[in-house]
């Protein structure tokens, strides 16, 4: 499990745009952990 900071998860949320470069795994768990 990879920790993000809270700024981070919070950017991603509100965007739901992948502007950071984030690996695929990642990518997969927040896009499974988002529903």
Do not use: C, H, Q, Y
């Amino acid at each position: 499990i990879v920790a993000i900071p809270p700024e981070l998860s919070k950017a991603i949320i509100e965007n739901r745009g992948w502007v950071f470069p984030l690996p695929p795994a990642m990518l997969e768990k927040v896009r499974a952990d988002r529903g």
